[in-house]
Every structure is written in structure tokens, then in C-alpha cells.
T-cell receptor, first 117, second 114 residues
């Protein structure tokens, strides 16, 4: 069974500082990989996704993520954090094939990001 | 892309009561999903719905749960007899299939069972 680990429950950074959120996955092959962001009381917004090809993926809001097969990781980065980035961030994986025609996501437990002005 | 609309945004119900959570996706999407997020925990898959049938469900999705697409556009999740542990945020999502992985989530319904 696939699983996702986000080792950091809560991270606090200063506005303007760089950010890296960690994500490791366990899966029999290379899965599809995603990062979502959730602001308080809101739904899940897709930041970026990796299917194949270039291992450095660009997303919305200035975020990027790098897939490292050897480390089974898909870490999210941003060079300069803005106060509006304060939210909870979820890494997720999905199977590359589903005989049942279902493409459900398996999520990590999330990392809460706080931004100090 | 157009948003996925979920109603109500918040529902409070007494234990043992039936609740119906609604989702209005775009009608030309084939894949629909329900997820839930218990407060402070991770988002968990409940069920996927493809071509008007359940295609896959998790162990959470027991006999108390059911899904329907009664009129071709609305997509509902019914909990027949709610328990305290059903209190959670429930998210609907829609997708076009593998080519549109990273599908669109609704803003959620917060269900509180008292």
C-alpha cells in the first residue's frame, strides 16, 4: 500500500525567507505526485503535480517541487515566502495505473506553515 | 476551471440522524470522489464514482454511506445514521480521469455530529 510521510508537522519562517517542505512516499513504483494547499476553512487547492519528465516542477504562487527517485522524495520549495502563504500544505500520491478506473489520492498528514512578518 | 460547489458549508446533526451532503460538479466530468478530513488529521479517500457507479471505496465507506448522482449533475453523499466519529470535513472532487490527475476539490462541508 502506498503511504506519504510529511515529517514536519509545523514550520515557522520569516517573511522573505526561503521555504522547503519535505515529503517522502512509499510506493512500488514511481507514483504521480502532488502538492495541495489548504487555507483555514477552505478547500484543497492544487499547487503542482508531477507525472513524468523534468524532475523539477513549477507550480502556482511561485512554488516548485523536485522529485528525487533515489530518495523517494518530492519536496516543495519557495525562494521567498509571503505572509499569504501561511496555510497547511499536503503532499499526495496516486497510482499510475488503476484497473478499477479510480485515481484516488493518498495524502500525508500535512505541514502547517506559519509566517512571521 | 469552474469550481466545485458543495452544500451546505456547515451542517450540525444529532447522532443517529441521516445527512445528505451535496456536490455540484461539471456534468461532463466522469470521475467523482468523496474524501473526508477529521479535524487535525489527514485527508482520507472515501469513494470514487465513475460512469454512475462506485468504482472503488475505502474501508471507511461502510454500509452507513452511500453515493448517488440522482439527476446527472448533483453528486450526493448520504450517511444513514450518523455517529460522533463522522464529524469531519467532507470534500467532493471531480476529474476527467488520468489525464487530469490533480483534480478539483470543492470547498467542503463541515459536518458536526452532536
Amino acid at each position: 500500500a502506498q503511504s506519504v510521510t510529511q515529517p514536519d508537522i509545523h514550520i515557522t519562517v520569516s517573511e522573505g525567507a526561503s521555504l522547503e517542505l519535505r515529503c517522502n512516499y512509499s510506493y512500488g513504483a514511481t507514483p504521480y505526485l502532488f502538492w495541495y494547499v489548504q487555507s483555514p476553512g477552505q478547500g484543497l487547492q492544487l499547487l503542482l503535480k508531477y507525472f513524468s519528465g523534468d524532475t523539477l516542477v513549477q507550480g502556482i504562487k511561485g512554488f516548485e517541487a523536485e522529485f528525487k527517485r533515489s530518495q523517494s522524495s518530492f519536496n516543495l520549495r519557495k525562494p521567498s515566502v509571503h505572509w499569504s502563504d501561511a496555510a497547511e500544505y499536503f503532499c499526495a500520491v496516486a497510482p499510475t495505473y488503476s484497473g478499477a478506473g479510480s485515481y484516488q489520492l493518498t495524502f500525508g498528514k500535512g505541514t502547517k506553515l506559519s509566517v512571521i512578518p | 476551471e469552474p469550481e466545485v460547489t458543495q452544500t451546505p458549508s456547515h451542517q450540525v446533526t444529532q447522532m443517529g440522524q441521516e445527512v445528505i451532503l451535496r456536490c455540484v460538479p461539471i456534468s461532463n466530468h466522469l470521475y467523482f470522489y468523496w474524501y473526508r478530513q477529521i479535524l487535525g488529521q489527514k485527508v482520507e479517500f472515501l469513494v470514487s464514482f465513475y460512469n454512475n457507479e462506485i468504482s472503488e471505496k475505502s474501508e471507511i465507506f461502510d454500509d452507513q454511506f452511500s453515493v448517488e448522482r440522482p439527476d446527472g449533475s448533483n453528486f450526493t453523499l448520504k450517511i444513514r445514521s450518523t455517529k460522533l466519529e463522522d464529524s469531519a470535513m467532507y470534500f467532493c472532487a471531480r476529474g476527467l480521469g488520468q489525464e487530469n490527475y490533480g483534480y478539483t476539490f470543492g470547498s467542503g462541508t463541515r459536518l458536526t455530529v452532536v
